[in-house]
């Protein structure tokens, strides 16, 4: 019986979902007085969640699988079918092993060091007068530190091309209809790409540097068996879809510096001990993964509501890094509050929540912090000013980025 669990008034809320994108759970919630609510999303019945409290539903009970969870124009584009996102048990475990040995401290300091050598290029551009669309920049840059950190030719072309496949998937991951059938079919060259660079390693025609994570991620073996190329595909996009993601949260944080100048001044002095959690605080504070859909794999009971089988539950993420009784002035970018307080395992979710090393938490959130703070830092030493363009970013639009993809020209600060 779920006549007790508030509902919305509307019996499909998509088109709110729509109009309202991320503050749709949590501005629902707040009419509705709670932290649970159902609907239907694209007519199918949906049970809304917010909070800390609901992270650790989502993330600490092992309830929740991610089989039918989230509409295939997302999956598609995003994690795809086959990968780890989409196992569960046994099965999960084994393929995270090999995240979590590509994503150790050895592997995040190569990658963040490669970032830095890939940037010296680009501030000296910027340090001769050239204006640069950072956005572009970013997803090209990442995209070059990323096939040199797997182990894989990175020249112009190649970084041209897999920069463009790679960030449309995730510029297009909130549409539907023609954008994300195009981005689709941009995605399906990626496929090739991946697939053919497997089949090249294991065939001994391209060989990266054993330990390499492309090497890694084309000789993982499951029970003794290596991945279907299809899967060893799909899993190497798993690693360079998100890294080149990263542009947004640099974008965001550079946003921050621009319009939190002592951040910028204090990072160029030299002084990074609040470095960290100038980071998470854009990571909790700006717009980038709304929601994460579960189905769960038994009926449940929470906060005295009794949930059926295969109840398809959504969490809300960005509602939950904003909510005032974990984060005071939740609408405020204030770093300080990361300064002498550690995030929960389900308070801060912008990538999940739960433990590290199992379940669905994000394998890449260390690279994720690593990855922004190198930028943050390197930014704060570059010459550069931000001239007069439109900054403002829509809450609709998911995932989020300011209009102008945040331009820089060279000069004094
Ligand atoms: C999972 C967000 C960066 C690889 C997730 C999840 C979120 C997320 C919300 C949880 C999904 C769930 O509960 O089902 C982000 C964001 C990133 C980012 C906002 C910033 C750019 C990365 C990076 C990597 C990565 C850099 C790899 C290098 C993965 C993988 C999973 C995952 C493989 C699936 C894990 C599993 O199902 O066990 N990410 N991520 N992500 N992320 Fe990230």
Redesign the pocket.
Known sequence: DLSGIPRTRVPDASLSLLRDGYVFISSTCDRLQTDVFRTRLMLKRAFCVRGAGAAELF?GSGLFS?KDAMPPTVVHLL?DYG???M?DGHA?AE??RL?LA??EADGIRDFTATLAEVWEARAARIAAGERIELYTELNRMLTEAALRWLGLPATQNQVRLRSQELSAMVDHAGTTGPHNAWARMIRRRSERWAAQVIALIRSGDLTPRPGRPADLIARHTEEGRPLSTEVAAV?LL??VR??V??A??VVFAALALWQHPQWRQEFARGDLSRLEPFVQEVRRFYP??PL?G?RSVRPFTWRGYAFPEQSWVLLD?YGTNHDPRSWSEPGSFRPERFVDREPTAYDL????GGPYET???????R??IA?VETMVRLLSLADYTVPAQDLTYTMRAMPALPRSGLIVSGGSR
């Open positions: 993330y991610r994690q990968s780890v996102q196992l999960h393929r995270k995240f590509l994503l899993e798993n690693v998100p890294i993601a990263n947004r949260f980038f993964f994460i579960g993420l979710v912008p990538q999940g379940g669905h938490r994000c394998p890449g959130e690279l994720t990855t």
